[in-house]
């Protein structure tokens, strides 16, 4: 069942990246960048699943006496979750200076900007 | 839940994953690949669950397929005229 | 046709490290040493019912004094970056809208107190089920979001959002620094006492420290979403 989760990451990551190399409007170059953000988040919390154990919440399902014997890893959850909103911070970022190039030239094809090659 | 059920279900899902990811890069319109990329991250979040992370489950469903997605539309009705490949 | 190419070659390489990370993956059997001290501990040291929730209030709690530091950085470049100098000349060509519907006003009113109260919720009981600060947080900035969509036109107050923002910020890093003169270290919620487990008045300071995270969080959102909607043009 994570090897399922592992591969679909991976695949996610790949097809990321992919998109993120060959297009040209920088709109679709940051879509792309976000279905990349979501595999890595998927790659790691997938990690720390374990076969037969549950959540680590414990309440009477998990009484406190056996929650070491019960529960997954859950660390790998706590970086995660601090992931996924530092990755909505830099996607805010990236489309306002998508939104002010689109200002100064009027197109949002990146091989026109070429005001940094010799 | 038992062990055929949830690896059916998470089969299912990656399935739809990547096909949703294959619709983002190869669609002609911006605005169909970011509504593809919106359901990649629900999709994502209902695997957190079967993951038995419910905390990201509910951190992806509000920020990645909620919020992101506001995000580009807000953008794309602003840059009006660029946005066409 | 070159850079089709090379980009291919490129992707044959992650792949094939990939498949090597995924052959020589065993799965644990049993929590790492890490997870063992964390399971057994923050149950009777803590009071703390979510384990998730308690690693990152206060086990870890460096990592989210970074966290919100790079959200603040990222909130107020946008703020800098979108800040257009001609405000007055060009709030004279706005465009008339027609209003909105009577559906969509009172929905809105009717649905904004809700899910102002559902985020509340959301983050004050962190510590007891799936939830915490940075959801409700969210949740928070979804609602100014419901209202930008009702009224394009309208416009937050950017000081009562930079107030709250700020506010929030400083009682964080002072609760936090109070961990480290009354109790073990930063950020440590023993400062308070840790109550009966499984009330909502439990867990020492947790509860306390993640509920102005959660305000800070949607803040920030808020003021984002604020400065982008502000640029509309005719």
Do not use: C
């Not at chain 1, 679909?8 to 709109?27: C, D, K, P, Q, V």
């Not at chain 3, 057994?40 to 384990?51: C, P, R, V, Y």
């Not at chain 3, 919620?189 to 840790?194: F, G, H, M």
Request: aromatic share 8%; no cysteine; net charge neutral.
């Amino acid at each position: 069942m994570d090897w399922i989760a592992m591969a679909t990451g991976f695949i996610l990551i790949l097809m990321g990246l992919y998109g993120a190399l060959t297009n040209r409007n920088i709109l679709r170059m940051i879509v792309s960048f976000t279905v990349a953000n979501t595999g890595v988040n998927l790659v790691l919390v997938a990690v720390g699943y374990m076969h037969g154990r549950t959540a680590p919440i414990l309440d009477q399902a998990v009484p406190v006496a056996d929650a070491a014997r019960r529960i997954i890893d859950p660390v790998p959850q706590a970086l995660v979750l601090t992931a996924i909103v530092i990755g909505l911070g830099i996607t805010a970022m990236m489309l306002t200076y998508a939104y002010k190039l689109y200002e100064e030239k009027g197109t949002l094809d990146i091989s026109k900007f070429r005001d940094l090659k010799w | 839940m038992s062990h055929t059920v949830l690896l059916t279900l998470s089969l299912l899902l990656a399935v739809a994953m990547i096909g949703a990811a294959w619709i983002t890069i190869s669609v002609h319109r911006v605005a169909t690949a970011m509504l593809a990329a919106g359901l990649v991250s629900l999709f994502a979040s209902v695997m957190f669950l079967l993951l038995a992370a419910p905390d990201v489950a509910m951190t992806e469903a509000a920020i990645g397929s909620g919020l992101t997605t506001f995000l580009f539309f807000f953008v794309l009705g602003r840059v009006r005229g660029g946005s066409d490949d | 046709m070159i850079r089709n190419f090379a980009v291919f070659l490129l992707l044959l390489g992650l792949a094939a490290i990939f498949m090597h990370l995924m052959q020589g993956y065993i799965p644990a059997t049993g929590l790492n040493q890490t997870a063992q001290y964390y399971a057994e501990h923050a149950a009777q040291d803590l009071g703390a019912a979510n384990i998730v929730t308690a690693i990152i209030v206060t086990y870890r709690g460096l990592d989210t004094l970074g966290e919100v530091t790079v959200l603040f950085l990222a909130s107020t470049i946008i703020g800098m970056v979108l800040a257009h100098g001609s405000n007055k000349h060009r709030r004279a060509l706005q465009r008339k809208l027609p209003p909105s519907g009577e559906l969509l006003t009172t929905g809105s009113r009717l649905l904004t107190p809700l899910i102002l109260l559902f985020g509340a919720y959301v983050f004050l009981n962190g510590h007891l089920t799936p939830g915490g600060g940075f959801q409700g947080g969210a949740i928070l900035a979804s609602a100014a979001l419901l209202l930008l969509l009702t009224d394009p036109l309208r416009r937050f107050s950017h000081r009562l959002i930079a107030v709250v923002e700020s506010i929030s910020g400083l009682v964080f890093v002072g609760l936090g620094v109070l961990g480290l003169l009354l109790a073990g270290g930063f950020l440590d919620s023993r400062i308070l006492p840790a109550g009966d487990f499984g009330t909502l008045f439990s867990a020492g300071a947790i509860p306390l420290i993640y509920s102005f995270v959660g305000l800070k969080v949607g803040a920030e959102f808020t003021s984002m979403l604020a400065h982008l909607a502000e640029t509309e043009r005719s």
